[in-house]
């Protein structure tokens, strides 16, 4: 196979499909990391199994319920990823990347059957409301002139506990 893949330093969301082109036997053996010619494999994030294994979901709804890859993209290549029998490796880029980049050169026994886009909605940035903005959640309007001095009835109180406190404790330590 002579393609090469190019993979973005920072890329995600993309789905690289391959049929590995071996017995059943030989799977064992198999190294996904040199078929592929990666200098970086996450063998963690890598897949590779036995389309058999996916009995009554078949490989698309794999691809679209477990990847995330939307309908309309599989739909043109559905009959072609679910008669494809024995193993595949489904290579998220996230197996790649490794925030470096790599430019891969996959090589028999792999297949490049296709690559997906998993569907990501857009990322939005609201702004956030003025009072949570503020730091001022609960309020409804602008600080009284008691706020802003500091609220003096609650330091009063907050001293009034802390020496009724120690008096309580002197007391019990010296009975």
Known sequence: MSERITIQPHETGTVRVFRIDLPPTGISGFDPAAALGAGH??????????????????????????????????????????????????LPSRAVAGGTGQTLAPRAPLIHVGTFHEDRPPVSFDPLPDAAARGNAGATGP????????GGRGMFLLIGAALLAMALFILGVLE
């Open 41 to 90: 494999l996450d063998a963690a994030e890598a897949e590779v199994f036995d389309v058999a294994d996916l009995a009554g979901l078949g490989l698309s709804g794999y691809l679209s319920e477990g990847m995330g890859i939307p309908e309309q993209e599989l739909a043109p290549m559905r009959a072609r990823l679910d008669a494809i029998t024995g193993h595949v490796l489904v």
């Open 143 to 150: 600080p009284s002139s008691e706020d802003r001095r500091g």
